[in-house]
């Protein structure tokens, strides 16, 4: 194999002459189409660095918001140092876990110990990032701990050595045999959990989109009623005023929306006239053109793109530099469990949407043993993330979104993803620019990304028997309970800096054990994807199927309607003889009915069935 066949490939696939011509829409000319790259596609290095760098860029917004919003909001507020360093253990510990889910390690001895191989890690392009289920529980209990004297790195401390404790659970579903897996995840559970991530993604998006998710979440401060009661400012950190770079302003102002709709628009530009290169790359191309516009754009004077956090980021940084050491908090242990579940489903449904982007079969054995894997890689994870001073690591179900858009399955992309993030943990200066993309560029591209992972979910529903009663009632009470909650979720949970004042279970009063399993259920009951799968999961397991409805014979050919046939003369007369002489007539004509033509637009009864 020579160089260039390593750097750029060989063979009709990597034709960079036809990869790279521009589409001219509307000209009536074959386009060229854009070539899928299955999981073992052995990608050339560039294509592969190119590809992985956007799986990277479409993560890094959602894996380094949890660790930063505990570290400023929570932890502590004025230590910048302490932010940057959650920032690049974040990104550390995502790209070394990312490379251990895709590899699928086997593990020694389970096949005599289980029956059968088990591995770490799903074997597909799914890769692992910093887990939002978790940050509601550790700003809580680190709030809760702050209250009681204890500083609040090492209350930190105290969640990730909790966390890693809890982890365990996943290794428990992890080894759960595959015939029982699939009968608590059939395809109906699946298409659901994935839709239902899907819907609380592109609500995420929206956030970002806005002008960020913090501020998105603290907009009910400004409101009027708000006000006139508590007073104003009301708990002004963190408050409902959103900042890009050096602009502040409140949520879902127009000069943040534009920034967004610069990505949007110009994701639209690549798919009418963008070669095929263009269009695998569109994820990238459109995030740096929007960057582009917010760096070359100003509010009043004031910059868009806050390049102080570049100066400011050191130039190599690596794990544990900092170290909060590992404790155990008995109030979190009930929330974790209930958030270890959560992204279980999570996991499953990510594994599900990752097989049917990457178009593989659900129904297989292999399809088994990459969610066992998966679910194994998210335990293992969440464990090292501790150890690697970061919060838990679970699949990020985003990255599905870039390979449906970008064509791209194959593992090789993934493993440059895991290069990519950990380089940009290590050198900061990177780390400093991607921190530095405002938020409404990066909501531009994630809304857009993530609305794919909702249209795989309803793909998912393509390949069930909608017409069955038992299908359509799963599917609509779990979609009624869990979209209802992904839209409004303040139902069953706090809103932010207003812990236990949710009228469904106010708890202000209860035991620190008590307030913990009290918050542990609000998380359960307001994630969207969490209840709904659970729901769907219940349904499916004490539903019966439905009775098979009876085989009636159809007597008359849809072919002979319209025609004249002796079967319908209105001359013959109603004698029990005449009866069946028709009954003879038609039996006949049905057989020798010629069969339908496609071509010529008739369908035959199997169309109709």
């Given at each position: 194999m020579g160089l260039r066949?390593?750097?750029?490939?060989?063979?009709?696939?990597y034709d960079y002459g036809a990869l790279c011509m521009p589409a001219v829409p509307y000209c009536g000319k074959?386009?060229?189409?854009?070539?899928?790259?299955?999981?073992d596609e052995p990608l050339p290095l560039l294509i592969s660095l190119l590809m992985g760098l956007q799986h990277a860029f479409a993560m890094v917004g959602g894996l380094i918001t949890p660790p930063y919003v505990v570290f400023r909001f929570t932890i502590d507020f004025m230590n910048v140092e302490l932010q940057q360093y959650?920032?690049?253990?974040?990104?550390?510990?995502?790209?070394?876990?990312?490379?251990?889910?895709i590899l699928k390690v086997p593990i020694p001895l389970t096949k005599k110990l289980f029956g059968r191989q088990l591995y770490i890690g799903s074997g597909l392009l799914s890769v692992m990032g910093t887990s939002f289920t978790f940050l509601p529980i550790f700003e809580i209990a680190i709030q809760q701990m702050k209250a009681d004297g204890i500083d609040g790195t090492v209350a930190y401390g105290k969640m990730l050595g909790t966390s890693a404790l809890c982890a365990l659970l996943e290794v428990v579903f992890s080894v759960i045999p595959g015939r029982i897996i699939q009968m608590i995840f059939p395809p109906v559970v699946c298409a659901i959990t994935v839709t239902l991530i899907g819907v609380a993604l592109t609500g995420t998006g929206m956030k970002y989109w806005g002008g960020g998710v913090v501020c998105a979440e603290m907009i009910w401060k400004e409101h009027g009623q708000v006000v006139d009661y508590v007073g104003d400012p009301v708990n002004p950190i963190p408050s409902a005023t959103c900042q890009n770079g050096s602009v502040l302003l409140p949520y879902g102002s127009a000069e943040f929306i534009g920034l967004g709709f610069s990505v949007l628009v110009f994701l639209i530009f690549i798919e009418l006239f963008g070669s095929t290169f263009m269009k695998n790359s569109n994820v990238i191309l459109a995030l740096l053109f929007g960057y582009m516009v917010a760096g070359l754009s100003n509010y009043e004077g004031m910059p868009y793109v806050d390049s102080s956090k570049i100066e400011s980021a050191p130039a190599i940084d690596f794990l544990w530099t900092h170290w909060f050491g590992l404790g155990f908090y008995g109030?979190?242990?009930?929330?974790?469990?209930?958030?270890?579940?959560?992204?279980?489903v999570e996991?499953?449904?990510?594994?599900?949407?990752?097989?049917?982007v990457s178009e593989l079969n659900v129904k297989s054995k292999e399809y088994t043993r990459r969610v066992q894997g998966g679910l194994m890689a998210d335990a293992v994870c969440s464990v090292l993330a501790s150890l690697f001073t970061s919060m838990p690591n679970t699949t990020f179900s985003q990255n599905n979104g870039v390979i449906a858009l970008t064509k791209c399955a194959s593992r090789r992309a993934g493993f440059a993803t895991g290069f990519w993030l950990i380089l940009m943990g290590v050198l900061s200066k990177i780390a400093g620019i991607i921190t530095s993309i405002p938020d409404a560029v990066l909501g531009g591209m994630t809304i857009f990304l993530f609305a794919n992972v909702l249209v795989s979910g309803i793909a998912l529903f393509g390949s069930l028997d909608l017409k069955s009663r038992?299908?359509?009632?799963?599917?609509?009470?779990?979609?009624?309970?869990?979209?209802?909650?992904?839209?409004?979720?303040?139902?069953?949970?706090?809103?932010r800096a207003s812990s236990y004042t949710a009228a469904f279970w106010?708890?202000?009063d209860c035991s620190e054990t008590m307030k913990g399993f009290r918050n542990g259920v609000s998380i359960f009951l307001s994630t969207g994807y969490c209840i709904g799968s659970i729901i769907a999961i219940c349904l499916n397991l004490i539903l019966p199927e439905d009775p098979e409805e009876p085989n009636i014979k159809q007597s008359v050919h849809w072919s002979m309607i319209g025609t004249e046939s002796n079967a319908f003369d209105k001359s013959v007369k109603p004698s029990s003889s005449g009866l069946e002489e028709i009954k003879e007539e038609v039996s006949d004509d049905e057989n020798d009915a010629p069969q339908a033509n496609p071509e010529e637009g008739v369908s035959n009864n199997e169309d109709y069935a």
């Open positions: 066949q390593i750097i750029l490939g060989e063979g009709e696939g074959a386009r060229h189409p854009t070539r899928f790259y299955p999981v959650a920032i690049v253990a974040a990104l550390i510990t995502s790209g070394i876990c990312t490379i251990i889910n109030p979190a242990v009930i929330p974790l469990l209930i958030a270890y579940i959560v992204t279980t996991t499953v449904g990510d594994i599900t949407a990752g097989h049917e038992r299908i359509r009632f799963i599917a609509a009470m779990s979609l009624a309970v869990g979209v209802g909650v992904t839209v409004w979720p303040f139902a069953f949970q706090d809103m106010t708890c202000s």
